[in-house]
T-cell receptor, first 118, second 118 residues
Framework: EAQVTQNPRYLITVTGKKLTVTCSQN?????MSWYRQDPGLGLRQIYY???????DKGDVPEGYKVSRKEKRNFPLILESPSPNQTSLYFC?????????????????FGPGTRLTVL | AQKITQTQPGMFVQEKEAVTLDCTYD???????LFWYKQPSSGEMIFLIYQGSYDQQNATEGRYSLNFQKARKSANLVISASQLGDSAMYFCAMRELFFLGAGNMLTFGGGTRLMVKP
């Protein structure tokens, strides 16, 4: 079954304690990204990756790190979490389009990770 | 300025009636795609429908149709014959073609919460 998985699904932690949210996809997608969802703001992109070892910042990258060492995995790292990073996080993946550009293929979303930072 | 605007934070609709969820967008890119996603209370993001900027016909997928008015920059979602299971958050999103620096980023609106009354 084609899917994007995230772990953990729920996490409560304390300020400053490093954490990693894992994301894995089994569709051989080149493109992966992380979003955070906050009430009234919709989803905002944190980081994205167009392929292995190629990552770049989205709209709200401060306080986050990512890595893409393998095509299927794209972990999100919070080195020193703060309460303003309490949010619902989504990983998404899709194929890139022709010449690495636009793709009409939809993005497939993981089930979400609800993070609370106390 | 916001790129995607959903002006209805919440809406009620009677079961079996049709409902229109509004979405307006702002872009100077001649090529773009518009998406609608459904987010039930369980939290996952479910892709509903896609409309490309060059598509001549309005997209339809089962009970979902997209009322695309390019000159007005609107992409309203129409749900026919509402069902109780349609109660959820609905997000409009856009992907722009030529801004490759943002990869395949989806820009989301703030969402509309739809509640279907029995």
């Amino acid at each position: 079954e084609a899917q994007v998985t995230q772990n953990p699904r729920y996490l409560i932690t304390v300020t400053g304690k490093k954490l990693t949210v894992t994301c894995s996809q089994n569709m051989n997608h080149e493109y992966m990204s992380w979003y955070r969802q906050d009430p009234g703001l919709g989803l905002r992109q944190i980081y994205y990756s167009m392929n292995v070892e190629v990552t770049d910042k989205g709209d709200v990258p401060e306080g986050y790190k990512v890595s893409r060492k393998e095509k299927r995995n794209f972990p999100l790292i919070l080195e020193s979490p703060s309460p303003n990073q309490t949010s619902l996080y989504f990983c998404a993946s899709s194929f890139m389009g022709l010449a690495g550009g636009f793709s009409t293929d939809t993005q497939y979303f993981g089930p979400g990770t609800r993070l609370t930072v106390l | 300025a916001q790129k995607i605007t959903q002006t209805q934070p919440g809406m009620f609709v009677q079961e079996k009636e049709a409902v229109t969820l509004d979405c307006t967008y702002d872009t100077s890119d001649p090529s773009y795609g518009l998406f609608w996603y459904k987010q039930p209370s369980s939290g996952e993001m479910i892709f509903l429908i896609y409309q490309g900027s060059y598509d001549q016909q309005n997209a339809t997928e089962g009970r979902y149709s997209l009322n695309f008015q390019k000159a007005r920059k609107s992409a309203n979602l129409v749900i026919s014959a509402s069902q109780l299971g349609d109660s959820a958050m609905y997000f409009c999103a856009m992907r722009e073609l030529f801004f490759l620096g943002a990869g395949n980023m989806l820009t989301f609106g703030g969402g509309t919460r739809l509640m279907v009354k029995p």
